[in-house]
């Protein structure tokens, strides 16, 4: 494991370490605060990164509501590769890195899965096998744009723990309905979740302080 930053006033730390899975290296950057009730474990979109815009303002929060936080790459983001790998592989590497994590860096914390676009259907249709007690989704894609019949609801509808759906008015990639678990905030902007972070982090920061009451 290397440390690449260490501290500030309220004791954050940031480690950055690589974990195997079987469809290459994973890359963890693991964000830690002294005493936290839970985890926060987050992936990237297909064609982004963990410095995301929606993802850091997820972090930030997190953290404030003493959350540890992981933000993971996938394997082929690892290999410079911006193209992503098949479903499966996101999958099973996404499983191997949440196993690591529980066993490890995280054990003994209840752990909230999710992340944005891509991300959030990793998230989402790993749920039962990663043992997450929430999934947060951001800019979760229901379907292609312009493609509205292509529907992706079925990963949502088959998680069965709290989900919060954050998304942009204006997302080409459609609006998911709520649900029984599925609590869906929409915010100014597109699937960028650019537009109104103010909004975004508000949205975080009231669904995360409900799944604190939940967990402890």
Excluded at 24 to 44: F, K, Q, T, Y
Excluded at 147 to 155: D, H, V, Y
């Amino acid at each position: 494991m290397h440390k690449t930053s260490a501290g500030d006033e309220n004791h954050l730390t940031l480690t950055t370490f690589v974990v195997e899975t079987p469809h290459g290296p994973a890359r963890v950057h693991l964000h830690g605060a002294d005493a936290p009730h839970a985890a926060l474990v987050l992936g990237h979109g297909a064609g982004g990164g963990v410095a995301a815009a929606d993802l850091v303002a997820a972090k930030d929060v997190a953290l404030e509501k003493s959350f540890a936080v992981a933000l993971v790459e996938q394997p082929y983001r690892v290999a410079g590769r911006r193209s992503p790998a098949p479903a499966h592989q996101l999958d099973a590497a996404w499983i191997a890195v949440l196993e690591r994590l529980r066993g490890d860096e995280l054990a003994g914390l209840p752990l909230v899965t999710g992340g944005r676009s891509s991300g959030a259907r990793v998230a989402c249709r790993t749920a039962e096998a990663t043992g997450a007690a929430g999934v947060l989704c951001l800019a979760f894609p229901l379907h292609p744009p312009g493609r509205p019949e292509s529907t992706r609801l079925p990963e949502l509808q088959a998680v069965r723990v709290p989900v919060l759906v954050v998304q942009g008015a204006a997302d080409p990639f459609g609006l998911p309905p709520s649900g029984r678990r599925r609590k869906v905030v929409t915010v100014r902007g597109n699937h960028s979740l650019r537009s109104d972070r103010d909004a975004l982090r508000a949205a975080v920061r009231e669904w995360l302080g409900y799944l604190k009451t939940k967990l402890l």
